[in-house]
């Protein structure tokens, strides 16, 4: 199954909106003075592909942050028309101009959308990396990247189990523990997502999907591996035939 159809499933769309609003609501100084009408626009959601382009045509008046800003509402508008590619070039273009964290956050996001994840992380790590420019809305930027990074990793991971393949789970599990490490040493654990919901109820193969999902972050979080053979003996016993041995078992399926 296509994995575009299970981030709109599960809600990561939304997390996306809500930080791109954000960064559109930080206009860089001296950008009103060029354009009160574009601020206005972008501020109100209502800008065109075609009026950023007009504006950046005064490219000597405008300053590297403002460039950046401007592709970076423009690779936006393109990624929302489905022009995805188009838009990723624009955010490569912003960020030449000027590495900003909100771009890197958003170029992640774009990226899910192809799907590539690996690049997608990437690129979210690379938002983590530059977060004291984040600026007086550090926290909340923080936590929004986190709650969008903590998402798309066990969307990774349910994307894995539901094709079957234990290294593609296995990734995004991993890349959820490094995020919630991350969060944790920003005292802002409570950003990252616990569990996946849909905004709808799902059909029974993705539940299942979903609890095993569960069970497998709880194991790869464990460091200790006797305890995690331990844990994993535990979640068998639940569903192992009882009077069974587990080694008659094994030299029966030998035999």
């Given amino acids: 199954m296509p994995i575009a159809p299970l981030i709109e499933e599960l809600g990561l769309t939304r997390v996306w909106q809500k930080l791109d609003e954000a960064f559109s609501q930080e206009v860089p ?5 060029l354009s009160d009408r574009l601020v206005k626009s972008i501020r109100g959601g209502t800008v065109t592909v075609e009026e950023i382009d ?9 300053t ?26 624009c955010y490569e273009e912003a960020l030449k101009a000027k590495e900003i964290p909100s ?27 530059l977060r004291e420019n984040f600026g007086k809305q550090k926290q909340g930027y923080l936590e929004d990247l986190f709650r969008g990074w903590s998402t798309a990793a066990l969307v990774q991971g349910l994307f894995g189990i539901l094709e079957q393949d234990l290294r593609e789970a296995q990734k995004g599990v991993e ?25 709808e ?55």
């Fill in 64 to 89: 590297p942050e403002q460039k950046a800003y401007l592709l970076s509402r423009k690779a936006w508008l393109l990624c929302q028309q489905d022009r995805i590619e188009e838009g990723l070039q």
């Fill in 175 to 199: 890349e959820y523990l490094a995020v919630l490490d991350k969060a944790k040493g920003e005292g802002l654990e409570g950003a990252v997502v616990e569990k996946l919901s849909a905004k």
């Fill in 29 to 33: 100084a001296g950008l009103r003075t």
């Fill in 103 to 129: 771009t890197w956050a958003l170029k992640g996001a774009a990226l899910l959308q192809l799907p590539r994840l690996d690049e997608a992380f990437q690129a979210f790590q690379k938002a983590y990396a």
């Fill in 201 to 255: 109820p799902i059909s029974q193969e993705h539940q299942e999907a979903l609890e095993e999902l569960k069970l497998m972050v709880r194991l790869l979080a464990i460091k200790d591996p006797f305890e995690g053979w331990r844990a994993l003996a535990k979640e068998m016993s639940k569903v192992w035939p009882e009077g069974v041995s587990a080694v008659d078992a094994i030299r029966e399926q030998r035999e």
């Fill in 54 to 62: 007009s504006l950046l045509g005064k490219a000597p008046q405008i």
